[in-house]
């Protein structure tokens, strides 16, 4: 029997990027069943209109988190977006 | 109407002892200008920063290893912690990083005069000195 959990994953620091382009600088982010939201700061707009993007954590380890993104919206310094499955 | 943005693709650049950089297939603008910006000491090109400049402009990662044998950060660094990366390993491995990213360079502006030959119909044209 498969039963949905909802976990919330916060943290303090990310980045959005197209390939190895630096989109976004993000600072507190928040992902709950698959929804994401995120304040930024140094957008590109030009390359955030671009596709596909990855939201990308490096943890302290080094080793790194990446989730493709879709859906993403910018209002101000807000910005959201549906997360895929993470990468390998 | 025509597509004038590259998506960010990768190559990958062998070199000695089982190393090897990731280096960025074609630049942006942006990052050709900010290329050139990096070369200027002053109101000239500075000739010891010309090659420093044109690898920072297209490294994304490499196999380069510390003392301790751990890869030397350099991925999503800023371009000062990428400069001090390759000020910290021996000039004999930088000429054959810079080497190798100057022969990145030219097959890449090759490639790019065959697409343009390709969409014009005609063969790409070498010019050479009579």
Redesign the interface.
């Known amino acids: 029997m498969i039963t949905e959990t909802r976990i919330t994953v916060t943290g303090a620091t990310g980045?959005v990027r197209?390939?190895?382009?630096?989109v976004a600088e993000v600072g507190a982010w928040t992902l709950s069943k698959g929804l994401f939201s995120a304040t930024v700061q140094n957008v590109d707009t030009a390359k955030l209109s671009?596709a596909p993007l990855s939201f990308?954590v490096?943890r302290p380890n080094?080793s790194r988190w990446e989730w493709p993104m879709r859906d993403v919206s910018l209002l101000g310094s807000i910005l959201t977006a549906r997360l895929e499955e993470q990468e390998a | 109407m025509s597509v004038r943005v590259r998506r960010p693709d990768t190559a990958r650049l062998e070199l000695s002892r089982g190393d090897w950089l990731i280096v960025k297939k074609h630049l942006t603008a942006g990052e050709t200008l900010e290329m050139f910006g990096l070369m200027r000491q002053r109101d000239s090109v500075d000739s010891i920063r010309f090659g420093l400049s044109r690898i920072i402009a297209h490294l994304v990662d490499w196999s380069i290893q510390d003392l301790d044998g751990k890869v030397i950060p350099i991925t999503g660094k800023p371009i000062a912690d990428v400069e001090s990366a390759l000020r910290l390993i021996d000039y004999d491995t930088f000429t054959e990083i810079e080497k190798a990213v100057d022969a990145h360079m030219a097959a890449m502006e090759q490639e790019r005069k065959n697409e343009r030959a390709a969409e014009t119909g005609s063969s790409p044209i070498s010019l050479s000195a009579a």
Do not use: E, T
């Not at chain 1, 197209?18 to 630096?22: E, M, P």
């Open positions: 980045q197209w390939g190895y382009h630096l671009q990308v490096v080094g």
